[in-house]
């Protein structure tokens, strides 16, 4: 094998736990949303806002959860979770271009690692007015900056300092 063979999976095995890790904070942050989201709007359900939320984040990124009683909760609620699906265009607009470009990476990501390379939750995130098509697909240093703004906004992810050397000098 040549060197130019071997530099794709070098590249891939280290830039992919980064993006991926970067899929997790957007993903933090839509639950921390989204709980809120259902705390406020069942007030009644304040227990269940986490599961709730769960749900809706699990429908979104295309991930089943195995548990049973997991299973019978969502078909319980499938009424509240439909109606927080369809809503989120409007009020959550400002995370959908973060939610747009993080479907896109996970997406990448599954394809490079040779997951499961179902467009289904692509295609589900479009039919619901989730996904933003007119959005070009960022470059990963692109995607990465994005997420570590939104990522400080939220307290998840602490700014970068400035090098001592510029501190010492202001």
Known sequence: MSGDQEAP???????????REAVEVVRMILFKEMKEYFAAAYPDRRMDAGRLAAGVLNDLFGVANP?????????????????????FPTRFAKLLIPLTDTLRMQFLCDSR???????????????????????EMPLPH???ELIRRLGA??????P???????????
């Open 67 to 87: 548990d049973p009683a997991h299973a019978a909760f969502l078909n319980e609620n499938h009424a509240i979770l439909a109606l927080a699906l369809a809503d």
């Open 153 to 158: 906004a939220y307290g998840l992810i602490l």
């Open 9 to 19: 999976k070098e590249f891939d095995s280290k830039l992919l736990p980064i993006l």
């Open 113 to 135: 690692e040779g997951l499961d390379e179902s467009t289904e939750f692509l295609a589900r995130a479009k039919e619901r007015g989730l996904l933003l098509e007119a959005r």
């Open 160 to 170: 970068p300092s400035p090098p001592a050397e510029a501190a010492a000098t202001s």
């Open 142 to 144: 692109q995607f990465l």
